[in-house]
């Protein structure tokens, strides 16, 4: 999952080179792994 995550988001910072893109994937990545593994 993390793997396709990080494919997914080279793919659209290559394609698009966007802050909204970036930021867009970032959630979407970023949020599940914090719900598995809290940094508290």
Not at 13 to 39: D, E, G, H, K, R
Request: net charge neutral; glycine share 0%.
């Amino acid at each position: 999952m993390v793997l396709n995550c990080l494919l997914f988001f080279w793919a659209i910072l290559l394609l698009m080179p966007s802050c909204y893109y970036v930021s867009f994937v970032a959630i979407i990545c970023i949020t599940p792994i914090q719900n598995l593994f809290p940094l508290t």
